[in-house]
C-alpha cells in the first residue's frame, strides 16, 4: 500500500485545488468520498441481484454461498467505509496543502481494495486476506496519524 500511494503521488499527473479553510477541504474530502461509495453501490446491486435469482425463495431460510458472499461484502464494506470516511475527514484537517493530493489517492486506493476483496472472497476465502489488507491497513495509517495530529502536533486545538 505505501508504495502504491507513493508512486501514485509522484507518477499520477494531478494536484489537489488550493483549499485555504477546513470548510472547503471537508468538502473537497466529502466530493472524493462519493467515489467510495461505487464498490458498496455495486455489490448492493450484485447482492439483491444474486438474491433475486438464487433458488431459495423463503426470505428468512438459508442462504446459498453465493448469496452470502455478496451479503457479507456489502455489510463489510458499509462498515469500513464509514471509518475511512470519518479517518479521512480528520485526515484532511491535518493534512497541508502539498499533501492534499493523498484525499483522492487514498479513496481510488479503498475503492479497488474492496473491489480486490470481493474478487478474492468470491474465489476463496482464504485469499481474501490480500484485499482486506489493502483496505485496512492504510485506514490503520490514518487513523495512527490523526491521533499523532491531535494529540501531538496540536493538543491545544483537541477539542476546538
Not at 474530502?29 to 450484485?46: D, E, H, K, N, Q
Not at 478474492?120 to 491521533?147: D, E, K, V
Amino acid at each position: 500500500c505505501p508504495c502504491l500511494i507513493y508512486g501514485a503521488y509522484v507518477f499520477l499527473p494531478f494536484d489537489a485545488p488550493l483549499l485555504p479553510t477546513i470548510s472547503a477541504r471537508l468538502v473537497y474530502t466529502l466530493r472524493c468520498a462519493a467515489f467510495a461509495t461505487f464498490p458498496v453501490v455495486l455489490g448492493m446491486i450484485v447482492s439483491g441481484i444474486s438474491r433475486l435469482c438464487s433458488s431459495a425463495l423463503e426470505p428468512f431460510g438459508e442462504l446459498q454461498r453465493e448469496v452470502e458472499i455478496h451479503r457479507t461484502y456489502v455489510s463489510q464494506s458499509i462498515q469500513l467505509f464509514i471509518l475511512y470516511f470519518f479517518n479521512m475527514a480528520v485526515l484532511a484537517t491535518y493534512l497541508p496543502q502539498e499533501l492534499l493530493k493523498l484525499i483522492p489517492l487514498l479513496t481510488g486506493l479503498f475503492a479497488i481494495s474492496r473491489l480486490i476483496f470481493w474478487l478474492s472472497y468470491a474465489i476463496s476465502r482464504s485469499f481474501r486476506a490480500f484485499g482486506f489488507s489493502m483496505t485496512f491497513l492504510p485506514l490503520l495509517a490514518m487513523l495512527l496519524w490523526n491521533l499523532y495530529g491531535m494529540f501531538v502536533l496540536e493538543p491545544e486545538n483537541l477539542l476546538s
